[in-house]
C-alpha cells in the first residue's frame, strides 16, 4: 500500500514534469546544519516523511554570458522565475493528489521564507534547507561550493519539498560521497565574491555577506568583484541593501528587475562552472 502510494507519487510527478522526486525520513531532516530551526512537524504535525522535488534548468540558460547584464537579466531571470513557478506549481498539484487520498501535505516552496539567522552556508540556487531534504531523499549531494549536485544535471536544478504524514519508504542519502568530483574547484574558483573556502567543508565553509554581493547584484551593478568591507563586515548584509541602493544608482536600477518581475539570483557563476553533471568535451 505504502509501495503502491510512493509509486504513484513518484510517476504523477514526473509525468507533470519533474527531472527528480525523492523521499527523506523525517529525523533525518530536523534541525539540520543547513537549516537549524528547520522542523517538519512545524508544517505537518504527524509528519512521516519529507518529499524532495527538483526540476532542471533548460539546456543553457545557466551559461548566458554573465559579462553582458542585459542578456543576463532578460535571459536568465525569465527563466529562473519560470522554472521556480513551475516547480512550486507542480508541488501544489502533488500536495492535492495526497490531500485526496486523505492525508495531509504542505508545500515548503522553492523560497519558503526561512529564517536567515538559523541558516548555515550557501543559498545560492538551493536554498539550505531542500539541500538537506534533497540529500536525505537520495538526490545527490552538496559539494564544495554549498550547491546541490545531481549526477544528471549538477547544480543546474532548483529545489523544492513537502512534508507529509503519508507513509512512504525513505530512499535515504544513498548518493552522498558519489555525484562531487574529486578535486574539482572550477565552480569555487569561479566565485567573484570569494564566498567559499577550501578550508573547511559545506555548509561551513561560505561567507553568505560575500555570495550576497554577487546574487543581490554588487558585483554586476558596481562592477567591483570585491565587496565594500563594511558590507562583508555586516551581521546581515541584507540590512545594507536600503542604503546601497540610494547610493549607487545602477544597483537600485537592477534590483527594480525584482519588483518587475520577482526576485532572482543575479550571479550564478558557480553553478555555471561547476562541471558535475556536464557532457565531457
Ligand atoms: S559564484 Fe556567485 S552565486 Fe556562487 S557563491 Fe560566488 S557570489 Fe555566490
Not at 144 to 152: A, R
Not at 193 to 220: H, Q
Request: hydrophobic share 35%; net charge negative.
Amino acid at each position: 500500500m505504502a509501495d503502491d502510494l510512493k509509486q504513484e507519487l513518484i510517476d504523477y510527478g514526473l509525468s507533470i514534469g519533474l527531472d527528480g522526486i525523492g523521499i527523506a525520513g523525517v529525523d533525518a531532516v530536523t534541525n539540520p546544519p543547513q537549516q537549524k530551526d528547520f522542523d517538519p512537524s512545524d508544517l505537518v504535525s504527524d509528519v512521516k516523511a519529507v518529499i524532495a522535488l527538483m526540476k532542471a534548468f533548460p539546456e543553457g540558460v545557466l551559461e548566458l554570458d554573465e559579462e553582458d547584464t542585459y542578456t543576463f537579466l532578460t535571459g536568465f531571470g525569465p527563466a529562473y522565475l519560470t522554472l521556480e513557478r513551475e516547480l512550486n506549481y507542480i508541488g501544489n498539484k502533488i500536495v492535492q493528489l495526497l490531500i485526496s487520498k486523505g492525508y495531509d501535505a504542505k508545500l515548503i516552496e522553492v523560497n519558503h521564507p526561512f529564517n536567515r539567522k538559523e541558516q548555515v552556508g550557501g543559498a545560492q540556487l538551493h536554498q539550505p534547507y531542500h539541500k538537506a531534504v534533497a540529500t536525505q531523499a537520495g538526490l545527490g549531494e552538496e559539494g564544495i561550493e554549498n550547491l546541490f549536485l545531481t549526477p544528471e544535471f549538477g547544480p543546474r536544478v532548483l529545489l523544492a519539498s513537502i512534508a507529509t504524514n503519508a507513509p512512504l519508504e525513505v530512499d535515504g542519502p544513498k548518493l552522498v560521497n558519489k555525484v562531487a568530483i574529486e578535486g574539482d574547484r572550477a565552480g569555487l574558483e569561479a566565485c567573484p565574491t570569494s564566498a567559499i573556502s577550501e578550508d573547511n567543508y559545506p555548509p561551513y565553509n561560505f561567507n553568505r555577506n560575500r555570495c550576497l554581493w554577487g546574487i543581490m547584484g554588487g558585483v554586476k551593478s558596481a562592477g567591483v568583484d570585491e565587496p565594500p568591507y563594511d558590507w562583508t563586515n555586516a551581521e546581515d548584509a541584507m540590512d545594507k541593501i536600503d542604503e546601497y541602493r540610494s547610493k549607487y544608482v545602477k544597483f537600485d536600477e537592477l534590483l527594480e528587475w525584482d519588483k518587475a518581475i520577482g526576485w532572482f539570483p543575479k550571479c550564478v557563476a558557480c553553478s555555471n562552472m561547476c562541471t558535475v553533471g556536464k557532457e565531457e568535451e
